[in-house]
């Protein structure tokens, strides 16, 4: 079996955890390479909803070692948090949880200085989900953070935390505010931690080196998406790590070498969340359609979603930067009433045709979306499980969005649920989960 890549092609929310958890019964491994709990991966089975936003989402199945790699960053007491939830929901997480030493804490001050950020921008707020998570890498990259590595060195924390403190009080002093964090409780609940899950923090590039030598294959799950990349997204209203498929190799250790495949993740429209430009953003009809039929809510926050239709442009260049194999197109079912449906095609800006996606946000929040008008199906595709029990017009709808990115559509999920799934035979997933 290969080693596959799970992305976002979007602005994230498109499915991504239902995805892999399809997946994960054909590898051994799930391996998260990005982010922190500021992502959630919703996943339903049978009548059971799960909600993961640091685990990853291969948990759910037994016997499948599930690694968080040391591009994320992680909150303790949010990981704490979510693992009681799933072994309340019968969820065993006990050893096949590892977790790397090379991953960054999200630590009180975080949260304080991302709040303070966001007040001083004001009406150019990013609108992050307030998690700590960008603070978390700015002090990873100002080489002032902290491992899980270094809890398995209790006595040293407390100088460890020197240069954070400093850095998040000298800004606190020239913001004005008082400082309100308690270190000492922050070593103590630290230490605490350490204790309790020590035995799960290793070594997370050696794990997977030495896993896919013993022949076993690994699902690499991606958070957020392409469009929210700190490269190669609307910057600066993406996320603080790399997200698309490059920050595999990166956030985990495994070379790119040992990666043999990416599936993109798109839904059959497009949302997104927080500000930023939005070409193919609905009226405000589209957007009652489309979030009341979608349940449109943040999985992490529960913020509503921004709607739109499918962007062909975005997925072009989601395409091309992931180097999608295989593309799984999500929330086909959404668009059951619609007579019409409009897919977004290229952009016009100043009179000039784009076809490409524009990396100079002022341009792309001046672009209008041209749209090409596709037939609806005005019938029901719930819980389709195979191509030929979709309708005409909808197989055409997919074969269209196909085209449009450039890349072949190996899945179809026709519903929340595991099994509510269509694989396309002949195409590069259905060869690699065969």
Same mark, same amino acid.
């Given at each position: 079996?290969?080693?596959?890549?799970?992305?976002?092609?979007?602005?994230?929310?498109?499915?991504?955890?239902?995805?892999?958890?399809?997946?994960?019964?054909?590898?051994?491994?799930?391996?998260?390479?990005?982010?922190?709990?500021?992502?959630?991966?919703?996943?339903?089975?049978?009548?059971?909803?799960?909600?993961?936003?640091?685990?990853?989402?291969?948990?759910?199945?037994?016997?499948?070692?599930?690694?968080?790699?040391?591009?994320?960053?992680?909150?303790?007491?949010?990981?704490?948090?979510?693992?009681?939830?799933?072994?309340?929901?019968?969820?065993?997480?006990?050893?096949?949880?590892?977790?790397?030493?090379?991953?960054?804490?999200?630590?009180?001050?975080?949260?304080?200085?991302?709040?303070?950020?966001?007040?001083?921008?004001?009406?150019?707020?990013?609108?992050?989900?307030?998690?700590?998570?960008?603070?978390?890498?700015?002090?990873?990259?100002?080489?002032?953070?902290?491992?899980?590595?270094?809890?398995?060195?209790?006595?040293?924390?407390?100088?460890?935390?020197?240069?954070?403190?400093?850095?998040?009080?000298?800004?606190?002093?020239?913001?004005?505010?008082?400082?309100?964090?308690?270190?000492?409780?922050?070593?103590?609940?630290?230490?605490?931690?350490?204790?309790?899950?020590?035995?799960?923090?290793?070594?997370?590039?050696?794990?997977?080196?030495?896993?896919?030598?013993?022949?076993?294959?690994?699902?690499?799950?991606?958070?957020?998406?392409?469009?929210?990349?700190?490269?190669?997204?609307?910057?600066?209203?993406?996320?603080?790590?790399?997200?698309?498929?490059?920050?595999? &190799?990166?956030?985990? /250790? @495994?070379?790119?070498? +040992?990666?043999? =495949?990416?599936?993109?993740? $798109?839904?059959?429209?497009?949302? %997104?969340?927080?500000?930023?430009?939005?070409?193919?953003? &609905?009226?405000?009809? /589209? @957007?009652?359609?489309? +979030?009341?039929? =979608?349940?449109?809510?943040? $999985?992490?926050?529960?913020?509503? %979603?921004?709607?739109?239709?499918?962007?062909?442009?975005? &997925?072009?260049?989601?395409?091309?930067?992931?180097?999608?194999?295989?593309?799984?197109?999500?929330?086909?079912?959404?668009?059951?009433?619609?007579?019409?449906?409009?897919?977004?095609?290229?952009?016009?800006?100043?009179?000039?045709?784009?076809?490409?996606?524009?990396?100079?946000?002022?341009?792309?929040?001046?672009?209008?979306?041209?749209?090409?008008?596709?037939?609806?199906?005005?019938?029901?595709?719930?819980?389709?499980?195979?191509?030929?029990?979709?309708?005409?017009?909808?197989?055409?709808?997919?074969?269209?969005?196909?085209?449009?990115?450039?890349?072949?559509?190996?899945?179809?999920?026709?519903?929340?649920?595991?099994?509510?799934?269509?694989?396309?035979?002949?195409?590069?997933?259905?060869?690699?989960?065969?």
């Amino acid at each position: 079996m290969p080693n596959i890549v799970i992305v976002g092609a979007q602005w994230g929310d498109e499915g991504k955890g239902k995805v892999v958890d399809l997946l994960t019964r054909k590898v051994q491994v799930v391996a998260r390479y990005n982010g922190g709990h500021n992502a959630g991966h919703t996943v339903i089975v049978g009548d059971k909803k799960f909600i993961v936003h640091v685990i990853p989402s291969g948990i759910l199945h037994p016997g499948i070692l599930c690694v968080i790699g040391n591009g994320m960053v992680v909150n303790p007491s949010a990981f704490e948090k979510e693992k009681d939830e799933l072994e309340a929901l019968g969820v065993e997480v006990g050893e096949s949880l590892v977790i790397s030493d090379r991953v960054h804490l999200i630590l009180p001050h975080h949260y304080a200085l991302e709040a303070l950020s966001e007040d001083a921008r004001g009406a150019n707020a990013i609108g992050t989900t307030l998690r700590g998570t960008g603070p978390a890498y700015e002090d990873k990259a100002g080489r002032r953070g902290l491992t899980m590595g270094d809890l398995l060195r209790p006595d040293a924390l407390g100088d460890k935390l020197t240069e954070a403190r400093r850095h998040y009080e000298t800004i606190c002093r020239g913001s004005g505010r008082e400082p309100e964090v308690d270190w000492d409780q922050v070593v103590a609940e630290l230490r605490a931690f350490g204790e309790r899950h020590g035995s799960k923090i290793k070594d997370g590039s050696l794990v997977l080196s030495q896993q896919i030598a013993q022949g076993y294959s690994i699902l690499f799950e991606g958070a957020q998406a392409t469009l929210l990349d700190l490269d190669h997204g609307t910057y600066p209203f993406v996320t603080s790590s790399s997200a698309t498929a490059g920050g595999v &190799a990166v956030g985990t /250790g @495994v070379p790119p070498s +040992r990666i043999d =495949g990416v599936v993109g993740v $798109a839904k059959a429209y497009c949302t %997104r969340v927080g500000t930023g430009p939005f070409p193919s953003e &609905a009226d405000e009809a /589209g @957007v009652e359609i489309l +979030r009341g039929r =979608g349940n449109e809510y943040g $999985a992490t926050t529960g913020r509503p %979603r921004r709607c739109g239709w499918f962007d062909a442009v975005a &997925a072009r260049y989601a395409t091309r930067v992931n180097g999608f194999d295989s593309l799984a197109i999500t929330k086909l079912d959404v668009l059951d009433e619609l007579d019409e449906i409009p897919v977004c095609t290229e952009y016009r800006y100043e009179g000039q045709t784009l076809g490409e996606f524009p990396a100079d946000l002022a341009v792309l929040g001046a672009c209008e979306p041209v749209y090409e008008g596709l037939a609806g199906w005005k019938s029901s595709t719930s819980g389709a499980r195979d191509w030929a029990d979709l309708p005409e017009a909808a197989r055409r709808y997919i074969e269209r969005l196909s085209e449009l990115a450039r890349v072949q559509v190996g899945l179809v999920s026709t519903g929340p649920d595991r099994e509510q799934t269509i694989i396309r035979a002949g195409s590069a997933l259905a060869s690699w989960f065969a």
